[in-house]
């Protein structure tokens, strides 16, 4: 097995070994049982589980941020943009309900990762928002007065508290599409100039 293979099946063991028993119970032995390798094997790729931890964020996110750049690309309304956002966001839970447990729950309960990490892929992730936010007041369709520091911000901790709700209750009241759309009219109604399409 390849290096990069070996790598991307322990992070896949991880992530779903820190879903089900936390990041904090998970032991080192755990995910190289999961990933059917020996203990030692982990050592030759990570420090400890908390490197585990941040290549997940860092390996994960990154993968995230491509896919909904490629979508966002092929729409030239920055309204269209942030709905296909919004889609994609929480289409996580649904498809990757592990890695949405771990990015939602686990990655919260670490106040060394959270003091520590300098999240620049989170913060690369959150600014799809506000590049969008700058298109949008470029072409008079976002209010001027907006700021988009503090709109990607409300924007985003919607998206999120929906999928922290999900991640929470696996069986949601309202589906993944009218969600996404829901907050979409919502948000767009309070930053536009221009009517929000039908």
Same mark, same amino acid.
Do not use: C
């Given at each position: !097995?390849?290096? &990069?293979? $070996?790598?991307?099946?322990?992070?896949?063991?991880?992530?779903?070994?820190?879903?089900? $028993?936390?990041?904090?119970?998970?032991?080192? &032995?755990?995910?190289?049982?999961?990933?059917?390798?020996?203990?030692?094997?982990?050592? @030759?790729?990570?420090?400890?589980?908390?490197?585990?931890?941040? &290549?997940?964020? %860092?390996?994960?996110?990154? $993968?995230?941020?491509?896919?909904?750049? @490629?979508?966002?690309?092929?729409?030239?309304? #920055?309204?269209?943009?942030?709905?296909?956002?919004?889609?994609?966001?929480?289409?996580?839970? +649904?498809?990757?309900?592990? @890695?949405?447990?771990?990015?939602? !729950?686990?990655?919260?309960?670490? /106040?060394?990762? !959270?003091?520590?990490?300098?999240?620049?892929?989170?913060?690369?992730?959150?600014?799809?928002?506000?590049?969008?936010?700058?298109?949008?007041?470029?072409? /008079?369709?976002?209010?001027?007065?907006?700021? #988009?520091?503090?709109?990607?911000?409300?924007?985003?901790?919607?998206?999120?508290? !929906?999928?922290?709700?999900?991640?929470?209750? #696996?069986?949601?009241?309202?589906?993944? %599409?009218?969600?996404?759309?829901?907050?979409? +009219?919502?948000? @767009?109604?309070?930053? &536009?100039?221009? #009517?929000?399409?039908?």
């Amino acid at each position: !097995m390849r290096t &990069s293979d $070996k790598h991307q099946k322990i992070i896949q063991a991880a992530i779903k070994v820190f879903a089900t $028993k936390g990041f904090f119970s998970a032991r080192i &032995s755990d995910i190289a049982k999961e990933a059917k390798v020996a203990d030692g094997t982990i050592y @030759l790729y990570f420090n400890n589980k908390y490197d585990i931890l941040i &290549s997940i964020f %860092e390996e994960e996110i990154g $993968k995230i941020i491509l896919q909904v750049k @490629l979508a966002i690309e092929e729409e030239d309304d #920055p309204r269209r943009k942030l709905e296909i956002f919004a889609l994609h966001h929480l289409r996580l839970v +649904d498809e990757k309900r592990d @890695l949405a447990e771990v990015l939602q !729950m686990e990655l919260r309960q670490s /106040n060394k990762f !959270m003091k520590e990490y300098r999240n620049t892929r989170f913060i690369e992730y959150v600014d799809i928002i506000s590049t969008i936010i700058h298109l949008g007041q470029e072409r /008079n369709i976002f209010r001027k007065n907006l700021l #988009p520091g503090v709109a990607k911000r409300a924007f985003f901790g919607a998206l999120d508290e !929906m999928s922290r709700l999900w991640v929470l209750a #696996p069986d949601p009241v309202y589906t993944i %599409e009218e969600t996404a759309q829901q907050i979409s +009219d919502i948000f @767009l109604v309070g930053v &536009s100039n221009l #009517p929000a399409p039908a």
